[in-house]
């Protein structure tokens, strides 16, 4: 709302500096967004919350201003001389959609003189940005400005059968607004028509067939009051926001309905003639009666923690418009103004206590009460995995919860079911809720490839969104990784982070096939016989789809699951004083046998004694060990807690090792 | 040939084989010096050696010892300069090549994001004023996201066009879903379950349509304060919020509230804290409003409480002077690798 300092002094003096008004407006609800110059004139330009519309008019401003400064408040009569004529022999108005329009009056006004507006007002007008019209239009305009209720002055002679009927659109139904532009409207608009057509969309745009020209003489002056949801929903739909639609939105005083009316026809009468017929038209209902609202006094320093004088505080409220009703030691009771639709309860009442007494007379340096917080073992947790995730050189990333439909079906592990789809999308095309949040990584990487940045390595936390047959999705935690390395280098990294949080996690590997993950190269991971992840290696199709020209190894991992198997307190275990000792061991197995079927077999066959085992490598020469062989190497290491081994004990565990291996492998020792 | 001839010739070997094998600064000029004396076809060693076929026989066991200890030399003085070589000089060596300036070999580190650094440093410092951390539901419904925290049935907030509404969790659930509009949310589901006192901060993605641009983003983080008790006052809201400022920037602030209006919180405020000689603007805030207690089961004439709530996104912005908040969720690796 821009306001103008020559304007607002019409009803309240202002005796302060600018800067000064501007401050105290802004610390008393008004914020203030800038102020500009405009010939002698000041545009000070506010922000007006959407529970306060009495300050889309100088009046409204001009009483805060009148409340703070105390200073006296002149408000127009607007008591326009009535001729004789009764206004029902020229005109009539009919509403068939009260959920839409719940009160519209008229006034008619004949004989005036349309021409330019006096230099004043053009002034005034100018100041806020609106270009003049003509004398009538800058009326209805001025009006508006001045106490926030738009009217809207039809010619009256072009409203076929002297009536206004209030009706709700029909869908498809076309409308040529005064901007000259042709509409189609829907059901749910509330549409002004006359006896045979549209002439107004009701509280967002007047018609083009029924303008005020330079010959109209006779005039219908609407002032109405409109449901403010359908007025939001037309002008949004049709891109027609204006300071009518604006206003309508949040709701005028329905007592200002008349006024305005008045208003409006006194400044007609006074700059373009004419004569103003007798009464008015008011079809609808009438502004209900405010409920009266106690304030218990003892309520305002429970809330605020500071004490407010009970006289200031009876001050406050009636300077605000308020009509006390009762008053005693613990209490006040009153009636709120029409103006103010937002103060119904004794806590609304305390707030304007606040913000008139002022916040700043609030202390910040009163003693809080110590309460314990204890840290949530998922953020400790997490706190571990970023650190080990960043320390094995991973990025974190961040992706939107929403993909479109090629990512959300690239991968889907966790659930088959269709993904949950917004009416809107997050961004272009991205309307299902994700359920993995590999597909985003790999769209990320492509980001980071289309910009030639070599090392992509990335990682996220964040949710994925499991739908079930009925009720909210399952909201489920994850961690995906995303690398250019190979399948071995994810999987170090997904076993940094189990060792981060629990050195003996075991992870178990099973074989899965999916579209997007290499043949062979992708896997379950399992810890613990829970279903951990899935790690594998991105498909020649996977890469293609998502424009990758590098490989790329993906994991996703349920962090439920790591919570689960994480061991925050880790327990003390007394380590053995005496001396270890190594041995490798070479052995020439089937290619068919996987490494962890060999662990399996030498961890129960090594004993109590066998401390570690760690795989070195892996061999493949047909010529030397025959085809279909590899030789496995891996070390061992063997400590007691009671003694020192002997070479000689130690070269029997070996020996039984590679007896077990041998037996249940079909395994030979290379020598 | 002589053997005083032959024995000279031998020291003279090692003598240069000495000096070569000494001079050679890297291996490629000690390999070089290798073939030239101890070459297996025609090294100079070789070629000496060729000279005690040509040796009177009665002289022949004193040359060949000498032979073979010069050989030994020879090759001993070779593996030292390898030695040498391959240990950087030795301890001692002086102008060895080592060049100190070289980079080290450094592991690849990884960055965490600014926006979790943020909101790690947020519940960080609202830990220790003793607010523990709450987190809920993304996908939320009506209740939650708007008629627990008064937002009157037929508010604009509630438009399908201010909100992400979930198209097919519609009709299995019979009413609508929605992603979550603000962290209020989780708010409202700790009260339902907590009997007063509560103090928590709630965190986490809030959803808008808003058309990205560089002040925009329809997704963003929220981190929202909640403390509700008998005698809970605006005074302890302003208090606590001056206490979580001064942790966070460091130094003696000050509060400002500014009026303001939210449906959950009644007064409602802006805060703005003192910063660099003006004001900035921090968040919203307010007490809760005495709808939004009985909505939980709360009696507000028994208890009170305060909420306020901050964007993570500007705070960080603000931080570290970024100047776009799509960068945020663009994921270039040199963007993230500054944090």
Same mark, same amino acid.
């Given at each position: 709302m821009i306001v103008s300092w020559n304007w607002l002094k019409q009803y309240v003096p202002l005796a302060m500096s600018q800067e000064e008004l501007e401050t105290r407006l802004m610390m008393s609800g008004l914020n203030h967004e800038g102020t500009e110059t405009v010939g002698d004139d000041l545009a000070i330009d506010l922000e007006v919350s959407s529970?306060?519309? +009495?300050?889309?008019?100088h009046i409204g401003v001009a009483r805060e201003v009148a409340v703070l400064w105390e200073q006296p408040l002149s408000i127009p009569a607007a008591s326009p001389a009535e001729g004789s004529t009764p206004v029902d022999d020229l005109a009539s108005v009919r509403v068939d959609c009260p959920q839409l329009c719940s009160r519209y009056t008229a006034r008619v006004i004949r004989g005036v003189k349309v021409g330019p507006s006096p230099q004043w007002m053009v002034r005034r007008l100018a100041t806020l940005g609106e270009a003049s019209i003509n004398n009538i239009v800058d009326i209805t305009n001025y009006v508006l400005y001045e106490c926030g209720q738009p009217l809207h002055a039809f010619d009256l002679p072009e409203l076929i059968g002297g009536q206004i009927i209030v009706r709700e659109a029909t869908k498809g139904e076309k409308f040529v607004a005064i901007n000259h532009k042709t509409y189609e409207l829907e059901a749910g608009m509330c549409v002004i028509a006359d006896a045979e057509r549209a002439v107004a969309l009701g509280g967002v745009m007047g018609g083009a067939n029924t303008e005020v020209l330079d010959e109209t003489t006779d005039l219908l002056i609407e002032s109405a009051a409109f449901d403010p949801i359908s007025i939001r929903t037309t002008a949004r739909r049709l891109v027609l926001h204006s300071p009518s639609s604006h206003r309508f939105e949040r709701q005028? +005083? =329905?007592?200002?309905i008349d006024w305005a009316s008045r208003r409006c026809c006194e400044l007609i009468l006074e700059l373009a003639g004419g004569e103003l017929a007798a009464g008015a038209i008011d079809v609808g209902e009438q502004p209900a009666k405010r409920e009266p609202v106690v304030l218990r006094l003892d309520q305002i320093e429970r809330i605020l923690g500071i004490r407010v004088d009970r006289e200031e505080v009876r001050k406050i409220l009636t300077l605000l418009g308020n009509e006390e009703i009762k008053a005693d030691e613990a209490r006040v009771e009153v009636i709120p103004p029409s103006w103010r639709s937002d103060l119904t309860r004794e806590i609304d009442l305390i707030e304007e206590v606040a913000r008139i007494h002022g916040y +700043?007379?609030? =202390?910040? +340096?009163v003693s809080v009460p110590m309460a314990p917080s204890a840290r949530r073992d998922i953020d400790r947790v997490l706190e571990k995995v970023r650190g080990a995730l960043v320390a094995a050189g991973y990025d974190e990333a961040l992706t939107p919860s929403a993909v479109d439909a090629a990512a959300s079906e690239a991968f889907s592990p966790w659930s088959d079911a269709d993904p949950l789809r917004l009416t809107t999308p997050i961004l272009r095309g991205a309307d299902l809720l994700r359920r993995s949040l590999i597909p985003s990584l790999l769209a990320a990487r492509h980001t980071n490839q289309s910009l030639a940045n070599p090392v992509i390595e990335l990682f996220e936390v964040a949710h994925v969104y499991l739908p079930t047959p009925d009720g909210p999705p399952r909201e489920e935690s994850m961690l995906a990784i995303a690398g250019g390395g190979d399948f071995f280098a994810v999987k170090g990294a997904i076993e940094t982070v189990l060792a981060a949080l629990n050195p003996a996690a075991q992870l178990e590997i099973r074989p899965m096939e999916h579209a997007l993950l290499r043949r062979g190269h992708g896997v379950e991971l399992w810890l613990d016989g829970q279903l951990l992840g899935y790690l594998g290696e991105v498909s020649e199709a996977g890469l293609k789809q998502f424009q990758l020209r590098s490989a790329a190894t993906v994991a996703e991992i349920h962090v439920t699951a790591l919570e689960a198997a994480a061991v925050l307190i880790p327990q003390y275990a007394r380590q053995s004083s005496f001396p270890a000792i190594d041995r490798d061991v070479n052995l020439v197995v089937d290619e068919s046998v996987r490494w962890a079927e060999v662990a399996a077999v030498v961890e129960a066959s090594g004993g109590e004694l066998l401390e570690s085992l760690s795989f070195q490598d892996t061999f493949r020469d047909e010529a030397k060990l025959g085809p279909g062989k590899k030789s496995l190497l891996f070390s061992t290491t063997f400590r007691s807690a009671e003694g020192t081994l002997t070479n000689q004990q130690v070269d029997e565990i070996r020996e039984q090792i590679v007896a077990a291996c041998e037996k249940k492998l079909g395994a030979q020792l290379r020598a | 040939m002589a053997l005083a001839d032959f024995l000279a010739d031998l020291d003279s070997l090692l003598t240069s084989a000495n000096a070569a094998f000494a001079a050679a600064a890297d291996s490629d000029s000690l390999e070089v010096a290798r073939v030239e004396f101890l070459g297996a076809k025609s090294g100079r060693l070789k070629t000496v050696q060729q000279g005690l076929g040509k040796i009177d026989k009665p002289d022949k066991p004193a040359a060949g010892k000498k032979l073979n200890e010069v050989k030994k030399a020879i090759t001993a003085a070779f593996e030292q300069a390898q030695q040498n070589l391959s240990a950087g000089g030795g301890e001692d060596a002086g102008d060895d090549g080592f060049d100190p300036t070289l980079p080290g070999r450094r592991a690849r580190l990884g960055h965490i994001h600014p926006i979790t650094q943020t909101i790690e440093q947020l519940k960080e410092i609202m830990g220790r004023l003793g607010f523990s951390v709450a987190e809920g539901p993304e996908v939320e419904d009506k209740w939650h996201n708007f008629d627990a925290l008064n937002i009157p049935p037929i508010h604009p907030a509630r438009s399908e066009l201010d909100n992400f509404y979930l198209a097919t969790a519609e009709k299995a659930a019979g009413e609508p879903m929605l992603l979550r509009s603000q962290t209020s949310t989780v708010q409202i589901r700790v009260m339902e379950k907590t009997p007063p006192p509560v103090r928590i901060i709630s965190l986490g993605r809030v959803y808008r349509p808003d058309t990205a641009d560089a002040t925009h983003y329809p997704m963003f983080h929220q981190i929202e304060g909640l403390m509700v008790d008998r005698g809970v006052t605006m005074a302890d809201l302003k208090s606590v919020l001056r206490l979580f400022a001064s942790s966070f920037l460091g130094g003696d602030v000050h509060i400002r509230f500014r009026p303001s209006f939210f449906p959950f919180t009644e007064p409602s405020v802006e805060v703005d804290i003192s910063w660099q000689g003006g004001w900035m603007e921090m968040g919203g805030a307010g007490m809760i409003d005495p709808n939004v207690l009985r909505a939980v089961g709360y009696d507000p004439d028994e208890v009170t409480g305060f909420a306020f709530g901050l964007g993570v996104e500007r705070i960080c912005m603000s931080r570290h002077q970024v100047?776009?908040?799509r960068e945020f969720y663009r994921n270039d690796v040199r963007f993230l690798e500054q944090f």
């Open positions: 529970n306060r519309p +009495d300050c889309l008019g005028p +005083d =329905p007592v200002g +700043d007379k609030i =202390p910040e +340096d | 100047t776009d908040i």
